[in-house]
Every structure is written in C-alpha cells, then in structure tokens.
C-alpha cells in the first residue's frame, strides 16, 4: 500500500517560543517533535542568523546521544550556512563532529548531520 506523505516547512516562531520549546526537548525527550519543527522553522524562516546558529548550536551539543535533534541540529546548521552564507568556526567544527558521528554510528546521530555537511561545503566553500 503506498502512503502519501506531505511536505511541510513549519514557520518561524517567536524566540521565545523556540527557547521554550528546546529547552523543554533537552530536558525532556517527550518534546523532541515540536522542537524538531521549532528548530527547522527557524533555520528556515527566522532572519537572525545569530539566533538561529546559537540555537543549533545548543541542541548539537546537549542533546542526549541516540537523539534525532542530534542530526537535525547538523543539518539546520546546513540551511543556516545556505542561506546567511556564513557560520562561526565552532558551528563548522559542529557540523563535522555531528557528520562524523553519524558516518560512525547512525544509531548515535542521523545521516541528516550528513546532509547539513555537504551544504556546508557547498555554501562556505563552494568548489
């Protein structure tokens, strides 16, 4: 039986609903889906890079290993550098930590940590 499944791109909320709502996932797995929808309106829609790469920053190195917020966190980092052009060193250093997590163990990170490293390369140092 074939499912169709819909695409959605959430919006960007406001900060502090987006603190809010990570902050409870990083304490309490049970919220991992609205973060998950927080952190990818963000990084798509919010215009504060800063914001946007702080945030990312936070859920790539306190969520708990096994978490799909982990690959997430790489690959908005991903659409972060797509659409500023620009990450700190210590996201870049991020983004390939999360990658080579998931090339080592994709039960500890998800391959999305993959995905968000290829637009790294792709938008900081195109070829």
Do not use: I
Not at 15 to 41: M, P, S
Not at 44 to 53: A, H, W
Not at 68 to 83: D, F, Q, S, W
């Amino acid at each position: 039986m074939h499912v169709h499944r819909s695409f959605y791109n959430p919006p960007a909320l406001p900060h502090d609903e987006v603190v809010e709502t990570l902050e409870w996932a990083l304490g309490d797995r049970a919220y991992e889906g609205e973060a998950a929808n927080a952190l990818v309106g963000s990084a798509l829609n919010d215009n504060d890079r800063e914001f946007v790469e702080h945030w990312c920053m936070q859920v790539g190195t306190r969520a708990v290993p096994g978490s799909p917020l982990l690959g997430l966190a790489g690959l908005c980092l991903g659409h972060t550098a797509r659409r500023f052009g620009h990450l700190s060193d210590e996201a870049v250093a991020l983004v390939h930590s999360l990658a080579a997590r998931a090339e080592a163990d994709p039960v500890d990170v998800d391959s999305r940590a993959l995905n968000g490293l290829d637009d790294v390369k792709d938008y900081l140092h195109p070829w």
